[in-house]
């Protein structure tokens, strides 16, 4: 998948499918922007 340089923005993506998903993005060179109401989760997730 080419993702090098694209912005991403996944919702839903402090767990589950959606963390998944912005795992691979991330991974594929992609700027990704997470919005989930899991606060914590979501911070759990940028540390990453």
Known sequence: ???QGQSVV?????SGIG????LLLARE??????????EAGGQALAAK
């Open 29 to 38: 060179g992609a700027r990704v922007f997470v919005g989930d109401v899991d």
């Open 10 to 14: 996944v919702t839903g993506g402090a």
């Open 1 to 3: 998948m080419e993702m």
């Open 19 to 22: 963390k998944a998903t912005a």
